[in-house]
């Protein structure tokens, strides 16, 4: 266990947010929380741990899916109150069976011209 | 405003994390809190604003510092309780003047084969 681990900040619940990037592609795959078991599971694995908030209990990513992410790296922020976790990624993130879980596409940035009249377009891309 | 955003889940404070992620090199520069007015102005002006949980007021990211982000695409993820944002950064993320505010690696994963005796090491790295 490193000693850095001791310094990091989780907060009324125990949790920090942990970003998950894979390491070759660099998407951002996934944002979920860790409490310090989990943290420490995924130093002691290599493999990632999280905490579930609805099931109130600690998830190994892919134990029954087969989509294991083997971690490369864990960073830490400025504040000390989030993780970055780089992870080879086997399979897909996300549980709809997308690469990554951020696939859903927000509209209506100013610079887009066209921001009236894509929300149907983007609801629909969505529920792919 | 994309009707999308009447969908996302905030929390119990109100707030919705937001992944910053640079939209050419694909650094995770920062992990930041959006209310729904903050993100209202993101989509509105283009630029990132957030709400400091510290301060308790909205923060137009980079408007002391110049190091402004111009937003080029959000996107939330499958439950719809996370966003990432896309953005050109101008300048540098992190307050202490490094580029993202993950600058500080934890050791200890298991595939390391020197996790003992590198604490003091990343310890005197992180607070270059």
């Keep these: 266990m490193s000693c850095e681990v001791n310094n990091l900040k989780f907060n009324a619940d125990g ?8 390491v070759r592609s660099k998407e951002v795959l996934m944002l979920a929380y860790m409490n310090a078991e989990s943290l420490h599971k995924t130093l002691e694995t290599g493999e990632t741990w999280f905490y579930s908030r609805s099931r109130q209990e600690l998830w190994h990513k892919g134990a029954t899916s087969g989509n294991i992410q083997k971690v490369k790296e864990v960073f830490y922020d400025c504040d000390a109150d989030a993780l970055l976790v780089m992870v080879e990624q086997q399979g897909v993130a996300c549980h709809t069976g997308e690469k990554t879980c951020f696939h859903n596409r927000v509209d209506g940035i100013k610079e887009n011209q066209d921001v009236q009249g894509n929300c149907s377009q983007v609801r629909n891309q969505t529920t792919d």
Excluded: C, K
């Design 15 to 22: 949790l920090i947010p942990a970003i998950v990037q894979d």
